[in-house]
């Protein structure tokens, strides 16, 4: 069975602190790991990564994955209060629907 | 820019009603799905669809049914509502390939 594991499953940061979420995978067709931000409602894209070793970046955002041990880590730099969310990784299995981790809770405080 | 529209935000309906809830995308995409998100638990798959009039079962379709008569919409049916399908639902919308785009939810309680 496919499966998607994150860790931290929560995490209190203060704001200026740098945060790594963690995500691994188990899949018997892996086509692409996904990143997702969550706040209040619907969670909306951060990132897509296809390819080991590739480095996404958006402004104090990134992440990286390795396929070879199945695992991505989302980087977040000089943390802000409206960095607070809940983050979820997918993996897109080529059966034309994603599986979804657990989530990461982060909160941020001031 | 994409936009995935759910039918409620909110939805209060009694144990053993039909619950109908609707999902529209306007990009054309082949993907539809719908998943509830219940704390703890993360996003769980209902059903998904990959064109008109096809349908899959996800991980957790027990209760549940959908429907796809066109392509820009999928409906997700809760034969008889119970208290346990108390939950966040969100539908999602895809191409082939690319990343998900999500509505922004629906959250029914059954009472």
């Known amino acids: 069975e496919d499966k998607v594991v994150q860790s931290p499953l929560s995490l209190v940061v203060h704001e200026g602190d740098t945060v790594t979420l963690n995500c691994s995978y188990e899949?018997?067709?892996?086509?692409?790991l996904l990143w997702y931000k969550q706040e209040k409602k619907a969670p909306t894209f951060l990132f897509m990564l296809?390819?080991?070793?590739i480095e996404k970046k958006s402004g104090r955002l990134s992440s990286i994955l390795d396929k070879k041990e199945l695992f991505s880590i989302l980087n977040i730099t000089a943390t802000q209060t409206g960095d607070s969310a809940v983050y979820l990784c997918a993996v897109d299995n080529y059966g034309q629907n994603f599986v979804f981790g657990p989530g990461t809770r982060l909160s941020v405080l001031p | 820019d994409v936009k995935v529209t759910q039918s409620s935000r909110y939805l209060v309906k009694r144990t053993g009603e039909k619950v109908f809830l609707e999902c529209v995308q306007d990009?054309?995409?082949?993907?539809m799905f719908w998943y509830r998100q219940d704390p703890g638990l993360g996003l769980r798959l209902i059903y998904f669809?990959?064109?008109?009039?096809?349908?899959e079962k996800g991980d957790i379709p027990e209760g549940y049914s959908v429907s796809r008569e066109k392509k820009e919409r999928f409906s997700l049916i809760l034969e008889s509502a119970s208290t346990n399908q108390t939950s966040m639902y969100l539908c999602a919308s895809s191409s082939q390939g690319a990343e998900a785009f999500f509505g922004q939810g629906t959250r029914l309680t059954v009472v």
């Open positions: 990009m054309d995409h082949e993907n």
């Open positions: 899949v018997t067709n892996f086509r692409s």
């Open positions: 296809t390819s080991s070793g």
């Open positions: 669809s990959y064109d008109v009039k096809m349908k």
